[in-house]
């Protein structure tokens, strides 16, 4: 790598720190607020009007050969200053831009992630409108027709893959906002396609291979979600073999208790929900996993009960170590892997696999996201 560019990555990323820690202070971008009306395929694209926006993909393949693998592929938008104040210089810095690439090998026992990070300036990064591209350099994921094409190539891992959805969007909360907490803004607007069909091709150690497989997309913005006094969060999103669907967002609070807006949705085969609030499920830590690398005690396993849909379910990583330490973007550490989901529905057999993200462990997020 050159030395000015070098330079200008290490002071993105010092800005980025800055911004980081800064990111629930503006008052200038538009809260998140009830009454958002999503309309598709437009709001697959970004919006600039909110401080901070990410695209999250992740999803299980399957090679020819019968090897299993996870991915995740996540974009970040973190606005510096708002529309209506941005300079109209092609050198001027309004946008940071981040991404997050993961890989589990799950016969090798072997997690591999990289990371980017850009300005959105010059055309090196950005997030076009109103159709849906989000991009870093060559890492991009893209609307066409009705088909996500996502590509990334780091060192040892190359994705090219293309993901159907099989349901419609489900917004997740109620009158288009998802509530993080009391008190307005503490809120998102969040919707996911929780079936998409994926075919494409990974090239792994060196090694090329056709996969097929299920995919999960999150599409999230807002301007300020977690209050001072919440740490963190634990998210699961489960594809469960009878056609179902289940995303679980529980919000930690400082004193150990669980936020009383921490909520879920449930999608059935057909792509219908159902809101499920805190007290319409449990979730118990079974086993805990140590990082060597950042000392952090992270659950490892979970009993999931939802007792009005006959749900006990037991969620399990596929292997333990799948923590990434982001010193080179959003500087946030966090648990984010595949699991497969064991239990039954009133009394039947059921499996399932997921991914599930565990954030604030290493230090609170609260009134940084």
Not at 27 to 45: C, T, Y
Not at 59 to 71: C, D, I, K, M, R
Not at 100 to 105: F, I, N, Y
Not at 238 to 248: P, R, S, T
Request: aromatic share 12%.
């Amino acid at each position: 790598m050159k030395p000015n560019r070098i330079i200008l990555m290490v002071t993105v990323v010092v800005i980025g720190v800055v911004l980081i820690s800064r990111i629930g202070g503006s008052q200038e971008f538009r809260p998140a607020l009830p009454g958002w009306i999503f309309v598709f395929p437009r709001d697959h694209a970004a919006h600039p009007e909110f401080k901070t926006e990410w695209w999250y993909y992740t999803g299980h393949l399957t090679s020819e050969q019968g090897e299993p693998f996870s991915y995740q592929l996540t974009f970040f938008r973190v606005g510096l200053r708002p529309p209506d104040l941005q300079a109209r210089s092609a050198w001027a810095l309004h946008t940071l831009y981040f991404a997050h690439l993961a890989l589990t090998d799950i016969h090798g026992r072997r997690f591999v992630y990289h990371e980017k990070v850009d300005r959105g300036a010059l055309g090196l990064s950005g997030a076009a409108v109103p159709h849906y591209r989000v991009w870093i350099e060559t890492w991009q994921a893209e609307l066409q027709g009705e088909e996500h094409h996502l590509q990334a190539s780091a060192k040892d891992l190359t994705l090219n893959l293309r993901l159907t959805p099989e349901k419609p969007p489900v917004i997740h909360g109620e009158n288009g906002l998802s509530r993080k907490a009391a008190g307005e803004g503490y809120a998102s607007h969040y919707y996911s396609l929780t079936r998409l069909a994926t075919n494409g091709r990974l090239t792994y150690q060196g090694h090329t291979f056709a996969v097929s497989g299920q995919s999960w997309m999150d599409h999230e913005f807002s301007s300020s979600q977690l209050a001072p006094d919440q740490v963190g969060w634990d998210w699961f999103s489960l594809q469960l073999k009878d056609g179902n669907d289940l995303m679980l967002y529980v919000l930690r609070r400082q004193d150990g208790s669980l936020d009383p807006h921490s909520s879920g949705t449930l999608i059935d085969p057909r792509g219908n929900s159902r809101l499920l609030k805190l007290a319409d499920f449990q979730i118990q830590p079974l086993e805990f996993w140590h990082s060597p690398r950042s000392r952090c005690r992270y659950p490892s396993r979970w009993r999931i009960v939802v007792p009005g849909y006959g749900y006990e379910l037991e969620v399990q990583p596929t292997i333990s170590d799948q923590e990434l330490l982001t010193s080179q973007s959003t500087r946030v550490t966090y648990w984010e892997g595949s699991v497969q989901v064991r239990g039954n529905k009133q009394g039947e057999p059921l499996a399932g696999w997921g991914y599930v993200e565990l954030t604030g462990y290493a230090g609170s997020l609260g009134g940084k996201f």
